[in-house]
């Protein structure tokens, strides 16, 4: 299995990098390749709106974005992960989430139904305080990309990685997701 990372974080060792790496990084016999990309140190430029795309496979635009629409295609499987600034994914992650709009418009919808794992991390306490504008960005990625999204992890109470570090029961939730992702 081809599994690709992606995370938002401004922070090249943030807990979004840590825990995507730590959920793919199997020490185990190793199942599947990965490779994480850091969109910060990416060169990804905001949608143009030009609709190049819907006339045309993929996007006019000449950036990193290019390789990683190849990658898209090539995965069985693709880990989104961002922390939450004012309430939404960060401007890296969105900048990434509006150029999928060239895969919306690609012909042959061959993102039907690619399977696509989501993670959430916010320094705020209640897990569900996020709830409504999570399920409309799934909403969105299922709707405009085709992407299935097979599970969503809100880690909630996390400013710091030292409150992920020092969190069993969230470092226990991500054992399981991990051995189920082994088995996917
Ligand atoms: C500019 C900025 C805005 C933030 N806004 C929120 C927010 O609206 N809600 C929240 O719970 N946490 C907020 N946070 C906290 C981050 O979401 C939290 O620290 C996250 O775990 C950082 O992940 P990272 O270490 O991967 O960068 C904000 C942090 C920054 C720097």
């Not at 992606?6 to 990084?25: A, C, M, Q, W």
């Not at 799934?138 to 969503?152: N, P, Q, S």
Request: aromatic share 12%.
């Amino acid at each position: 299995m081809k599994i690709m990372g992606i995370v938002g974080s401004p922070r090249r060792d943030g807990t979004t990098y840590t825990i995507v790496e730590k959920l793919l990084n199997s020490e185990e016999e190793q199942k599947h390749e990965y490779e994480i990309h850091r969109l910060n140190s990416l060169n990804i430029n905001p949608c143009q709106a030009c609709y190049y795309c819907k006339e045309n496979d993929g996007c006019d635009l000449d950036d990193d974005m290019v390789n990683l629409y190849k990658e898209l295609y090539d995965s069985d499987l693709i880990v989104i992960g961002s922390p939450i600034y004012f309430g939404e994914v960060t401007s890296q992650t969105k900048l990434f989430i509006d150029r999928l709009y060239g895969l919306y418009n690609n012909k042959k919808r061959e993102f039907k139904d690619k399977k696509v794992l989501l993670i959430y991390t916010y320094a705020n306490s209640d897990e569900n305080t996020y709830n409504n504008y999570i399920e409309n960005q799934k909403k969105y990625l299922y709707d405009f990309v085709g992407f299935k999204i097979i599970e969503t992890i809100k880690l909630h109470g996390i400013a710091e990685k030292k409150d992920y570090l020092n969190n069993k029961e969230l470092i226990e939730k991500l054992e399981t997701i991990k051995t189920n992702l082994i088995n996917l």
